[in-house]
């Protein structure tokens, strides 16, 4: 493992340089949820991402949330795979209960 190299962890919460982006996508530097397992995220330089908003609507694939007394949601639509050098800073971890309907809606979306 290289010295340094940031070590995500599946339910943690990272600040996240999300830009440049186009169209639609989620922009700026803002808090993402890593999604990825962590087998995946200790062995590549990748990670599955879901960002965090605290602005849009209350839709179906959009996960409730709480974190650092902010009320939001977890963009479940706007999943994506960023290269770990995007990840500036942890800033904690997603209640149990949360990321598991993170989870859920991730399984609803992806499973037959």
Same mark, same amino acid.
């Given at each position: 493992?290289?010295?340094?190299?940031?070590?995500?962890?599946?339910?943690?919460?990272?600040?996240?340089?999300?830009?440049?982006?186009?169209?639609?996508?989620?922009?700026?530097?803002?808090?993402?949820?890593?999604?990825?397992? =962590?087998?995946?995220?200790?062995?590549? +330089?990748?990670?599955?991402? $879901? &960002?965090? *908003?605290?602005?849009?609507?209350?839709?179906?694939?959009?996960?409730?949330?709480?974190?650092?007394?902010?009320?939001?949601?977890?963009?479940?639509?706007?999943?994506?795979?960023? =290269?770990?050098?995007?990840?500036?800073? +942890?800033?904690?971890?997603? $209640? &149990?209960? *949360?990321?598991?309907?993170?989870?859920?809606?991730?399984?609803?979306?992806?499973?037959?």
């Amino acid at each position: 493992m290289a010295v340094g190299r940031i070590q995500p962890s599946r339910g943690e919460v990272y600040l996240v340089e999300l830009d440049p982006t186009r169209g639609s996508e989620i922009h700026k530097t803002r808090p993402c949820v890593i999604v990825s397992p =962590d087998e995946l995220n200790h062995h590549l +330089r990748t990670v599955i991402i $879901a &960002p965090m *908003t605290t602005g849009g609507h209350a839709y179906p694939w959009r996960v409730t949330c709480r974190f650092r007394k902010r009320s939001g949601f977890v963009a479940m639509d706007q999943v994506r795979t960023v =290269d770990a050098n995007r990840l500036l800073k +942890r800033l904690g971890r997603l $209640a &149990p209960d *949360t990321f598991a309907s993170v989870l859920s809606i991730l399984q609803e979306m992806f499973a037959p």
